[in-house]
């Protein structure tokens, strides 16, 4: 047994983990990350990189189809393979030197293996040959271990071997058919990508609505579009038992409206939700519950942990389960670390360097489905849930020149939620084709608190989708 | 000879004129519009809606062509017969009809004619037919004739009948061959709208760089691109002299580099500047000269003339000879000119709904090549010059994995200006396909003066393209 020190030590090398290390390795501290799967975690291999990597083929001849001229130079269909090939090179054929090359270029120690809390401060890592290395943190130790998906209880589903999102986004070939059961991002995008792909697609929602914590439109046009793809698109539903033929089919039996249906596909997607990845990181020895990781302030750090040294980052403490906003609390996390080991009180104040504000007000989103969802801040009923006196407004985004000249047949929505006390922007959401790309200006406009009489000032450039800006503030009226 | 009063006579109708007339309605004031033209002006039928028009198609299809799964569907060219049709749709067969009962509807009065002001608040409107009606404005007369283009006095031209830039959104048919004489934005976009139709295209630039306001890297990313898709370009260059053979072939004789070359196409444009539109306004019978309109406040309200009844919008003012920046004054305008006729001051102190303050500070262009260059704000050379101590920061936007993912072959750069003393972004520069719908974030963060430590809460989205925006930061510091 190895006995190492750092001044951090890092369990999880997803996106989150390496931006801790990163900010504390610059802010002059030694840090150790742990990880026993894939430095770069999730999001390069299993989630963002690949799903966006396999829906964005799909996007890209939608919109050449979508134009007079371009269209008539489309006369084939997306190449499966092709794409499926520059999935792979995308996930790096699941190969994570170069990640780890990046780290160690960035002056952080890399410890393969699996990390376990064993008392304050100090972190046993089990490689994959069984064997320990105990590593003592002298400041901090940052758990950004992420999240996993949860299977519910449903007689056969175990046996069926269902995907999750890491075959959905892994498989080495097109299903002839799948089912995905769920209805959040996750599913919404994967039944997307599989079909845009060519499999035939049977997509089982619990709720009324897709995209349930986003304004209702969003997930009612994504619906109308998934069913103009061909998706069988089913709400209410409630799945009751899996079934597969050894080496076959599944079937998934569910009930809607008090009938008994079933469907019946080669691969089947469970897109039920995810939990913190805790197991095993021996909060117990701590005596935590798994709960305490997500008991954090605004710096990221576990309530109640006497010394104050454990540090909850990411997926794993239930905030914004985002990389980008796992990534955007690291940066405050490594930062603070690195700012107390100097003496500075580093305090949590909101909107400084040392807290993830936007946590709470300005998480953004993009739903990379056709058309694409792009929210910011809150809801229109999350906000009169909060207590505020808002207006909402909305406007067609196809009556938006920018939009016809994208697009002739454009179809899509934006609203603007305003705080009537404070005359500033609290959320805001777009559905339509290429909205991801403008939603960081209501971001901007959110976080910056920019008042609605400053915002008029803020001219979107003629023509372009950004004019919509503009439309919602005139709907709403000066 | 009729007579007729309103409270706001306006001049010219294009989006400008349609604003402020609008506005001025909504403020309970009575209005008359007069334009000889059509309704909606340059940009309606001969700029914007008809450019990005053509240039649409080439984007969206070499979008699809730079992703591996959609470029093997793509396998015709662009057909450029249809990309004319929709064109003609775009500009509703130069039929102004819907926009006559847009400002119907709204409530202002048309005045068909050419305007011409006679004495203080009266303007003689001479129809087509060349009857004259003469139209008194009780409170103001709004000028918002926009530009027209500059022909340079170079032997021959006049007569070798060059396009400008009518000619070249409203051909009925594709080039062989096109000289483009100019290197500002209307060259490089028709530049390259005929050469994604087919033209074999010859560029005349007179500078060292293209679009010359601009980062030297958004001209050098642009000529890269035209000349990768085939475009001649040459820069440094002096045209000497033009020659048609009757009904032909154009020839333009030009010096470069000492040497004396010539190139002949089947047309010419000329895309050399523009100037405002002030002839025939008889300014000369208020004493004033075709400068004045250039002299105005931020109220856009003409310096110097008794009563202060004289109005000068849109690219007339020269100010910011832009589309949305002609809407923006103009709302201001109209706002103030009907709360004048309340009593109210309406002073233009900066960024109150009076006056136009982003004209000086915050005026965002996008121009539709590929790939697209979007700015706003002050360059870092502007900056300078303007005395602010300012740090400027670059990034590869191919090296942002959103753009990536956009497209496998990703070429681009940012550039984001800081002022070091107020800690605000003052600037912003992006070129690379797709980041017109990106800059808008910028405009925000400009305009609403968010420094830059709050920007830091801004998150983009990952995996899009606006990542970048946390690279520049980043690139920046903390």
Same mark, same amino acid.
């Given at each position: ?12 090398? !997803?996106? $989150?983990?390496?931006?801790? *290390?990163?900010? +504390? &390795? #610059? ?6 990350? @742990? ?94 040959? !069984?064997? $320990?290395?105990?590593?003592? *943190?002298?400041? +901090? &130790? #940052? ?6 998906? @949860? ?67 969003a997930g009612e046009l994504v619906a109308a579009a998934l069913r103009e793809a061909g998706v069988d ?246």
């Amino acid at each position: 047994m190895a006995e190492h020190e750092f001044d951090l030590v890092v369990i999880g090398g !997803g996106p $989150t983990g390496e931006n801790v *290390a990163d900010r +504390a &390795v #610059a802010g002059g501290l030694s840090v150790a990350l @742990v990880e026993a799967g894939l430095v770069g975690g999730e999001c390069s291999y299993w989630a963002c990189i690949p799903s966006k990597t396999l829906l964005r083929p799909a996007a890209a001849l939608g919109q050449a189809k979508a134009v007079q001229g371009s269209a008539q130079a489309v006369t084939g269909v997306i190449d499966a393979r092709a794409v499926l090939r520059r999935r792979d090179e995308m996930v790096a054929g699941f190969d994570d030197s170069g990640q780890a090359d990046w780290l160690k270029g960035a002056g952080v120690t890399l410890v393969r293996g699996r990390g376990r809390i064993t008392a304050p401060r100090i972190v046993e890592a089990t490689g994959p040959d !069984g064997a $320990t290395v105990t590593l003592t *943190a002298r400041l +901090a &130790v #940052a758990v950004c271990t992420g999240s996993v998906p @949860v299977l519910p209880p449903i007689p056969g589903l175990a046996q069926a071997q269902p995907w999750t999102n890491r075959e959905a986004t892994a498989a080495e070939s097109v299903p002839d058919s799948l089912v995905v059961v769920g209805g959040g991002v996750v599913a919404c995008e994967l039944a997307w990508a599989w079909r845009s792909l060519g499999a035939r697609v049977h997509q089982l929602v619990r709720g009324p609505r897709l995209l349930a914590g986003n304004e209702p439109f969003a997930g009612e046009l994504v619906a109308a579009a998934l069913r103009e793809a061909g998706v069988d698109l089913r709400m209410e539903t409630e799945t009751v038992e899996v079934s597969r033929v050894p080496g076959g089919e599944r079937t998934v039996r569910f009930t809607t409206g008090g009938r008994s249906e079933s469907v019946t596909a080669a691969e089947l997607l469970m897109a039920t939700g995810r939990r913190p990845a805790t197991d095993g990181l021996g909060l117990e020895a701590l005596g935590l519950g798994t709960a305490a990781l997500a008991d954090v302030d605004d710096d990221c750090r576990v309530r109640g942990v006497a010394g104050g040294w454990l540090y909850s980052v990411g997926d794993v403490n239930g905030r914004a389960a985002l990389t980008h906003m796992g990534k955007y609390q690291a940066r405050a996390v490594g930062d603070t670390i690195a700012a107390r080991s100097r003496g500075e009180a580093a305090e949590p104040r909101p909107w400084t360097r040392w807290a993830a504000t936007a946590d709470h007000r300005a998480v953004p989103q993009v739903i990379f489905t056709e058309p694409e969802v792009a929210a910011v801040g809150l809801t229109e009923h999350a906000a009169r849930e909060a207590g505020l006196r808002v207006r909402a407004v909305e406007y067609d985004l196809g009556s938006v020149s920018g939009a016809t000249l994208f697009d002739p047949g454009y179809r899509g929505r934006a609203k603007m939620v305003v705080d009537e006390d404070r005359q500033v922007v609290v959320g805001a959401t777009l559905v339509g084709p290429g909205v991801g790309e403008l939603i960081h200006a209501a971001t901007v406009a959110v976080v910056g608190e920019v008042p609605l009489e400053r915002l008029w000032h803020a001219v979107p450039s003629f023509p372009t989708v950004s004019e919509v800006w503009l439309r919602l503030l005139e709907t709403y009226g000066r």
